[in-house]
Every structure is written in structure tokens, then in C-alpha cells.
């Protein structure tokens, strides 16, 4: 009891240290290469504990999921919503999602890296949360847009594409940072959004591609 008690005056229970492991070790080692006894020890609980709280490790995986998906909807609700002018309102989106992606770095990797495509139940699991994604993104872009250019690309197109464009940055800077770029250009976020925005917005060709001061 006494335990107990100090972890939550702490502000994180069994359940929340066991979730907040399983995210570092999912990231850093990758799911399958995770064990359920490493992560107990990691999280300070033994292994029935786990098992009591998520029934397996694929049960971690899709909380995780939960978590990080629940969060990033509810940036696209909130930042896409209004009655703004299109540019605005992708603009407004892509930064609140680079700052969400960039406080949630770890959950992100396992999000992106961590997605069996050979699982019937995480495929299903996935699809859920991003039909909820591409409604929005059709409600809110996809139709804004057609008024602009009637071939703006369908939701099921442009949902996964901003994804992709607004993670790459935390999914490839180490590697990007060994090619050539300064770790400070390769850390500014407002730039970062900015290029994303111009290349949406208005494409490689007629797109400005260097950010706004």
C-alpha cells in the first residue's frame, strides 16, 4: 500500500511506468526485439502485473497506439476546424502536428515502425484510427480544396502523405544530420513546417521552397 502511495504522489502509477517503458523499449529496440520479463524489470513490477493490466504484449502495443492516435486526432480536430481560409488552416495543422509528433518522439517511432502489416488484429486496429484521420481530412481540406483545384488529392491519398512528410523529420534526423545538415537547421520546427506547408500547398514546382520569415 505504502508503494503505492508513493507512486502516485509521484504522478505515475504501475500501469503508467509499465506503458512508459514499453514505449522507450518499443522505440529504441523495437517491438519484437522487446521482452515482456525486460520490460517488468525496466518498469519495477513483475511480469503478472503486466499481463493484469494489458493481457499481452500486443495488448501494450495497441494502448500505445490508443494513446498516440487519440492525441494526433484531436490536434486535426482542433487545429483544422473553423471556418479559416485553407492555407490557414493546413498551416495551423501541420504545426500543432510537428509539435505533437515532437513531445510524443518515442510514441511516434513505435506508431510508424512498430505496425505489423501481417496482423490481422493491429491491421484492424490501425484502419480504425485512420478512417477517423481521413474523415477529417476530407471534411476539412479535401472538400475546402476542390473549390480551389478539382483535382486536389483525395483524402485516402493526402491523410497518409502528411503523415509521412510531417514525421519524417524525428523518423530520419540522425541520419540526416550524418549526411550534411547542421543539427540546429535540422532541430527548427518553424522551418521544418514551412517547407511541409509550401510543398502541400503548392507543390514542388511552384511551391516556395524556403520558409517564410
Known amino acids: 500500500m505504502q508503494k503505492k502511495v508513493k507512486e502516485e504522489s509521484e504522478g505515475m502509477t504501475s500501469r503508467e511506468r509499465i506503458l512508459s517503458e514499453a514505449v522507450r523499449l518499443f522505440a529504441s529496440k523495437g517491438f519484437g526485439g ?58 495551423r495543422f501541420v504545426q500543432g502536428a510537428v509539435t505533437y509528433f515532437e513531445e510524443n518522439r518515442d510514441a511516434l517511432l513505435v506508431t510508424i515502425t512498430e505496425l505489423p502489416h501481417d496482423d490481422p488484429e493491429i491491421l484492424a486496429h490501425k484502419a480504425s484510427w485512420g478512417r477517423q484521420m481521413v474523415e477529417i481530412i476530407e471534411q476539412e481540406i479535401c472538400a475546402p480544396a476542390k473549390e480551389i483545384n478539382p483535382d486536389f488529392p483525395p483524402a485516402l491519398v493526402l491523410c497518409p502523405l502528411l503523415t509521412s512528410m510531417m514525421s519524417a523529420r524525428f523518423l530520419f534526423l540522425p541520419v540526416t544530420n ?30 516556395k521552397m524556403a520558409p517564410e520569415n
Open 34 to 91: 522487446t521482452g515482456l520479463r525486460e520490460l517488468a524489470a525496466a518498469a519495477g513490477v513483475n511480469l503478472a502485473m503486466v499481463n493484469y493490466f494489458f493481457g499481452s504484449k500486443k495488448g501494450l502495443l495497441k494502448e500505445i497506439l490508443d494513446h498516440f492516435f487519440s492525441g494526433y486526432l484531436a490536434v486535426a480536430r482542433i487545429d483544422l476546424a473553423g471556418p479559416d481560409p485553407l492555407p490557414a488552416k493546413v498551416r
Open 178 to 207: 550524418k549526411i550534411g545538415a547542421e543539427p540546429a537547421q535540422s532541430e527548427n520546427v518553424d522551418a521544418y513546417v514551412e517547407y511541409i506547408c509550401a510543398m502541400v500547398l503548392s507543390g514542388i514546382a511552384d511551391g
